[in-house]
T-cell receptor, first 112, second 112 residues
Framework: KAGVTQTPRYLIKTRGQQVTLSCSPI?????VSWYQQTPGQGLQFLFE???????NKGNFPGRFSGRQFSNSRSEMNVSTLELGDSALYLC???????????FGPGTRLTVT | EDQVTQSPEALRLQEGESSSLNCSYT??????LFWYRQDPGKGPEFLFT???AGEEKEKERLKATLTKKESFLHITAPKPEDSATYLC?????????????FGKGTKLSVKP
């Protein structure tokens, strides 16, 4: 079974630009969560989607948004990028049966 | 405030030298506690889920245990390939499936 995939793996953007990251969950998984990982704050929850609906949201500004499609693939968008948005963005999926989440390799975003 | 604290931040061991990593948590209600392993530049890899105090799970040289306030990850006779950052995360009983609260991790180095 293929794991969680994320594209692109690396991105370099300039302050003020916007960016879209993509995540394909494990086949059959309907829950997709996004996390931001930085050296100072560690892993922080951004939001969770289930069956195309946002089920939960972390404490991030409105510049961070996401969506989920009918095939469970998900995208997250960050508008008006700031230097502090430089981080590893991780996507995770989980099945309806188990609590555990399975993570993708992440997208490394660098804002200059 | 719900919180997860891991100690030590870093641990250096000689090959074969057993030790334990600690994860203490202060949460309003625990649905599950998770251990992950993360290698540099990669997404976290799922190791264990623990649900209730007294529960233990093992996988190769790793054994995870859970009490009402903390969890331990015991590493028996570690090898250099066990070097990684080990992350602990909790899921709240009132939270949704996809929202995990992570500790900052313990960076383990095992020297041959």
């Amino acid at each position: 079974k293929a794991g969680v995939t994320q594209t692109p793996r690396y991105l370099i953007k300039t302050r003020g630009q916007q960016v879209t990251l993509s995540c394909s969950p494990i086949s059959g998984h309907r829950s997709v969560s996004w996390y931001q990982q930085t050296p100072g704050q560690g892993l922080q929850f951004l939001f969770e989607y289930f069956s195309e609906t946002q089920r939960n949201k972390g404490n991030f500004p409105g510049r961070f948004s996401g969506r989920q499609f009918s095939n469970s693939r998900s995208e997250m968008n960050v508008s008006t990028l700031e230097l502090g948005d430089s981080a590893l963005y991780l996507c995770a999926s989980s099945s309806d049966r188990g609590l555990e989440q399975y993570f993708g390799p992440g997208t490394r975003l660098t804002v200059t | 405030e719900d919180q997860v604290t891991q100690s030590p931040e870093a641990l250096r061991l000689q090959e074969g030298e057993s030790s334990s990593l600690n994860c203490s948590y202060t949460v309003s209600g625990l649905r599950g506690l998770f251990w992950y392993r993360q290698d540099p530049g990669k997404g976290p890899e799922f190791l264990f889920t623990l649900y209730s105090a007294g529960e233990e799970k093992e996988k190769e040289r790793l054994k995870a245990t859970l009490t009402k306030k903390e969890s331990f990850l015991h590493i028996t006779a570690p090898k250099p390939e066990d070097s990684a950052t080990y992350l602990c995360a909790v899921q709240l009983s009132r939270g949704s499936q996809g929202n995990l609260i992570f500790g900052k991790g313990t960076k383990l180095s095992v020297k041959p």
